[in-house]
């Protein structure tokens, strides 16, 4: 895909609000390690949430 100059979008990464947060946390660093995944959407109901979502995909890119 890359050589295309395309990259992959992950969608429902966070398995639409049912993952717990070690499971938020695995599936970030799953998907940025292991599937070749560029960028993540994820959706957010409070600010703490936005910034569990910061710090895992701190985590999972270190």
């Not at 979008?9 to 998907?31: C, Q, W, Y």
Request: aromatic share 6%.
């Amino acid at each position: 895909v890359r050589k295309e100059g395309m990259g992959v979008i992950s969608m429902k990464l966070v398995g639409e609000g049912t993952f717990n947060r070690e499971d938020r946390k695995a599936a970030m660093r799953f998907a940025f390690k292991n599937a070749g995944v560029d960028c993540v959407t994820v959706g957010y109901k409070s600010t703490a949430e936005i910034d569990e979502a910061i710090e895992n995909l701190n985590l999972a890119l270190a």
